[in-house]
């Protein structure tokens, strides 16, 4: 069953699991009428910020200063000139209506790995298509970081669908270069999310949305203090990409023990001992904990996308 299934959507997407193709990150620019469509059917849940809209009420650039005026936010002061002047006066900020959205996917190599559908690193670049094209849609300007810690691609938003073409060959490309690093079986890069979040920062402006995909496999808390603060002054989102093999070994009962190899390390896995698959597990389970903990410590938000899962069966949570 579960063979046909990724077969389904495999020819659905004209696809092979292993690669992304231009045309299979174009299927979404049609196809997320309907995952709104979809997603009006469901029970409503409470969301807030400003995904929801194209404006963002009180604009973050700022426009200039003027008197107060009865009515006027206080919060909006600008006590420096009130001071100077020796009467109350007021910031005022531009509303923007195409607001900077920016897409950082990282193609490190753990990202090379599937059990069932696709790889995790085609499923986030699923993700950046149509996290890229809802943005167009809205009318907001599209950009981002594509890296896998030895290759760049760096795109300042540009609106319309100029933009997300753009992008998307950016994707393409580091992923093609990630794919041959995979096959001659190198190390994945120590520090790929490091660099990025510095390159990030230079990047964006105030009042920008922030798409961080990635598996953050290799995840450590000083790369989440940059996305912390760049959080304060704008919106970030984390999405975590995961393969069910991640949290539980498959069911099975070999003559020969399953050969494990993470990039650096193999290991043999007894699938019938039920001891070793209780323990991977909880292993797993620690493991994710940990990371949650830590995503919530920096105020991150943080959702989990599954590769063994067809992303618009996953949309009304991801949007």
Not at 150 to 174: Q, T
Request: proline share 5%; aromatic share 10%; glycine share 6%.
């Amino acid at each position: 069953m579960q063979k046909e299934q990724s077969s389904f959507w495999l020819n659905k997407f004209h696809s092979d699991g292993l690669q992304p193709q231009i045309q299979e990150l174009m299927y979404y620019r049609t196809k997320l009428p309907a995952f709104a469509r979809h997603a009006r059917n469901l029970p409503a849940v409470n969301q807030s910020g400003p995904v929801l809209s194209k404006f963002r009420g009180r604009g973050m650039e700022f426009d200039e200063v003027r008197h107060y005026q009865v009515g006027d936010d206080i919060r909006a002061i600008d006590w420096r000139v009130t001071a100077r002047t020796g009467k109350a006066h007021t910031k005022l900020y531009r509303e923007e209506k195409e607001r900077p959205v920016f897409l950082v996917v990282d193609l490190a190599l753990t990202q090379l790995f599937g059990s069932q559908l696709l790889f995790k690193s085609v499923q986030a670049c699923h993700l950046a298509a149509a996290l890229a094209w809802q943005a167009q849609q809205r009318g907001d300007r599209v950009g981002g970081i594509v890296s896998n810690g030895w290759l760049h691609r760096e795109h300042k938003p540009v609106a319309r669908k100029p933009g997300v073409m753009r992008f998307l060959h950016g994707l393409l490309d580091v992923h093609k270069d990630s794919f041959q690093r995979w096959q001659q079986q190198q190390k994945p890069h120590q520090a790929p999310l490091s660099d990025t979040a510095s390159r990030l920062q230079k990047l964006v402006k105030p009042g920008s949305l922030i798409n961080i995909i990635s598996d953050f496999q290799q995840l450590q808390q000083h790369q989440l203090e940059p996305l912390a603060r760049l959080n304060k002054r704008n919106s970030v989102r984390c999405f975590q990409l995961f393969d069910p093999m991640e949290y539980e070994l498959p069911s099975g009962y070999s003559a020969q023990a399953l050969a494990v190899f993470d990039g650096e390390q193999q290991a043999q896995v007894n699938l019938a001992d039920q001891t070793q698959r209780r323990l991977y597990q909880q292993q797993a389970e620690a493991r994710h904990q940990q990371q949650e903990a830590l995503f919530e410590q920096f105020g991150l938000p943080l959702t989990l996308v599954n590769a063994a899962q067809a992303l618009e069966q996953q949309w009304p949570k991801l949007r």
